[in-house]
């Protein structure tokens, strides 16, 4: 699994849809998830420290967390099928946890008012993030196949009579 962070809220040029993207901790990694007008308002609330002058939902679910002595764990997204995400929240009380499962938009939107963090399975970053240095990407690769183009077995055999 990878942690990922809220980068913030953009709108697709084409749909003007918005979507929340979310960045790994090298900031090299982007997912991007459709989501609707009303999540992306919920989500970048948090974002910008606006309070709503009455409880929205999301901050409904952490007031009725916090009055049962609960907390949210942790947020897995943990699956894209057919252009759709899924993710699961993990709320804990002592001991016991339980993994519900959740429309992303709401677990990232619960995640950033509870300071949970936010975790996406390996497989679904694989399918679905995008780079978001494309240059950096490439010059990584370029500096990667220089370094294997420069080494030979020989060096492995120094090195390991050097250990």
Known sequence: MIEMNVAGIAVDAGTRNPMVLLRDSSQRRQLPIFISHEQARAIQMVLE???????MTHDLIVNMLSAWDMTLQR?????????????????????????????????????????????????????????????????????????????????????????
């Open 49 to 55: 420290n606006e309070r709503a002058s009455r409880p």
């Open 75 to 163: 947020v897995v997204i943990h699956a894209l099928r057919d252009n759709t995400f899924y993710a699961v929240m993990t709320v804990g009380k002592g001991d016991k946890k339980k993994e519900l499962d959740a429309r992303p938009s709401d677990a990232i939107s619960v995640a950033l008012r509870t300071n949970a963090p936010i975790w996406v399975m390996e497989e679904v970053v694989l399918d679905a993030a995008m780079p978001v240095d494309r240059d950096a990407d490439a010059a990584e690769k370029e500096a990667f196949h220089d370094f294997l183009s420069d080494i030979s077995p020989a060096d492995f055999a120094e090195r390991g009579r050097s250990i």
